[in-house]
């Protein structure tokens, strides 16, 4: 719906620059490939979380038998507290697909109730998806009398009983594992909410962010792929819209609105999402994308008003406004690119820079976003965008030894890759180890990396085990500067058990100026 809008404002930017016309094009092939790939199977397949995946890629006598992969987060708590919304529009088959899905029992300590919005004139009953098996307590199907497009999610959230909402549009699939993995982080911030994206709209929302002088802190960021947020979030925000006597029509395109009135740069990570297609979209053509940009500028603006008006009055004014953050801290330093893993529960961070350092982000007003993404893709070119959207952080972590996260710059001191496992892993006698499948080119980093774990990712224990890499019969993608040679697989024991994050961090520049080039990542302990 609105991402497919979203998508040709993209591809238009790229074409208006002369850069990449056919990026996005690659980048949509990846996602089909994707679920094509995983098992190759019909996707019933696909719901489970339990998908074995290999715990080592060594074959005969140097692969273990004894060897297991860390695989999904234990319950955080003993009752669920996360309302479920779903749009449907034109593609019913797929509702009670992800119906299915997130009322499975895999979900079941983390899904509270399931809401169906119908947004289509054809009404829809209980019995429309009696196949699910999903309980009619824990599904609610709300027929509305006209299309509240996009605030009905708001409204669904802000209905709810739960602490949580899961809001996803009727095109995408979102496995249960990732579902698991956002709420266990979520628990961790609960005042903001986590949108997953796909590489070419955290590009956009990374070259989108606006930092001013009047207080601005923001950036655009969909919400259809799967985001979880706060139910008072929902409530704020419609509140807030509600305080600007926004119209009808600014009502009902919310999304546009969201990110961009909370001020907070908001929290994205790069998804493992599958699209499923399908039905109609919301709007094609120029309509849609004009629409959107006039909403998202007009977001801007009134976010400039409210900013302005901030700085001109005393604080005990700011606190009368719902939603909008006025004392948000600016974030400094390089950015954290995250990605939830796929087939476990467990979240990947790095700091290993995506973009130059000459793409600047800022902006004079939050009105200037826009131009601001042009000036920024014009400054990249295309070999820079189209490195970003095939190479992401995700492909570390998707469980696929033939996918890679590759750097565009040569490793750096201070580069780090991490592992959130949501929970400690590992019992008394057991044995941890850190694991990468990588490049031979990786290897001469990882030899001159620390490797640590922690249980708090505050307080580091630094293991004293040396680094061992063995060759697989893998062959990775041809090099840089090399033609294509076999993968190597790394390990390092943990120092520590009952530990939940796991990093490597460059310590030294390397005067050979290898990159990165991770196959997979992954956390195992010998049995």
């Not at 890629?57 to 955080?76: E, K, T, W």
């Not at 996009?150 to 496995?175: S, W």
């Not at 309509?287 to 009055?313: V, W």
């Not at 893709?377 to 992401?392: C, E, K, M, T």
Request: glycine share 4%; hydrophobic share 40%; with cysteine.
């Amino acid at each position: 719906m609105v991402r497919r809008i979203r998508t040709i404002v993209f591809r238009c930017l790229l074409v208006a620059c002369v850069v990449l016309p056919c990026v996005y094009l690659l980048s949509r092939r990846r996602h089909t490939h994707v679920l094509a790939d995983l098992g190759q199977t019909p996707w019933e397949s696909l719901a489970s979380p339990s998908r074995p995946l290999a715990a080592s890629f060594l074959v005969g006598a140097n692969r273990s038998s004894n060897v297991q992969r860390a695989s999904l987060v234990s319950a955080s708590q003993s009752y669920p507290d996360v309302t479920a919304v779903i749009l449907n529009w034109s593609r019913l088959p797929n509702v009670v697909r992800i119906v299915s899905l997130l009322c499975g029992p895999w979900l079941e300590d983390v899904i509270a109730e399931i809401v169906v919005w119908n947004n289509s004139p054809r009404e829809i009953s209980y019995q429309t998806f009696a196949k699910t098996g999903c309980p009619s307590e824990k599904l609610r199907i709300y027929n509305s009398p006209h299309n509240a497009y996009f605030q009905a999610r708001y409204v669904a959230c802000e209905q709810a009983t739960t602490r949580f909402c899961f809001l996803q549009d009727d095109d995408y699939l979102i496995m249960p594992e990732i579902i698991r993995t956002l709420h266990a982080r979520v628990l961790g911030t609960p005042d903001h909410s986590i949108h997953l994206l796909p590489p070419h709209e955290v590009l956009s929302t990374q070259l989108r962010t606006a930092v001013t002088s009047d207080g601005v802190h923001t950036s655009s960021a969909w919400l259809g792929h799967g985001t979880i947020l706060p139910r008072t979030g929902a409530a704020d925000f419609l509140a807030l819209l509600h305080h600007l006597n926004a119209s009808e029509d600014e009502m009902k395109m919310a999304d546009n609105y969201f990110t961009i009135l909370n001020n907070r740069i908001p929290e994205v990570w790069f998804d493992q999402g599958i699209e499923l297609g399908g039905g109609q979209p919301f709007t094609v053509g120029m309509e849609g994308n004009e629409r959107n940009k006039m909403h998202i500028i007009n977001a801007c603006r009134y976010l400039d008003t409210l900013s302005s008006a901030f700085r001109a009055s005393d604080m005990s004014h700011k606190s009368r406004l719902p939603f909008i953050e006025v004392d948000a801290v600016t974030p400094t330093g390089h950015a954290i690119f995250q990605a939830p893993c796929l087939s476990a529960s467990c979240l990947l961070q790095t700091n290993i820079p995506l973009l130059p350092t000459n793409v600047k982000v800022g902006s004079y007003s939050a009105d200037d976003i826009f131009m601001q993404e042009l000036r920024s893709i014009q400054s990249l070119g295309q070999d820079a965008v189209d490195h970003y959207l095939r190479f992401p952080p995700s492909q570390a972590v998707d469980g696929r030894p033939d996918t890679v996260f590759r750097s565009p710059f040569p490793a750096r001191r201070g580069d780090f890759v991490s592992l959130d496992m949501l929970s400690r892993v590992g019992s008394a006698g057991s044995t941890i180890e850190m694991t990468l499948l990588v490049a031979r080119e990786t290897v001469d980093i990882l030899h001159q990396a620390l490797f640590e774990s922690s249980t708090d990712a505050v307080n580091w224990v630094v293991s004293t085990h040396a680094l061992v890499c063995e060759e697989t019969e893998l062959t990775g993608l041809r090099g840089l500067r090399s033609a294509p040679r076999k993968l190597q697989e790394c390990s390092v024991q943990s120092q520590e058990t009952d530990h939940r994050f796991f990093r490597a961090t460059l310590l030294v520049d390397i005067l050979s100026s290898p990159h990165w080039m991770i196959y997979e990542f992954w956390i195992r302990w010998l049995v």
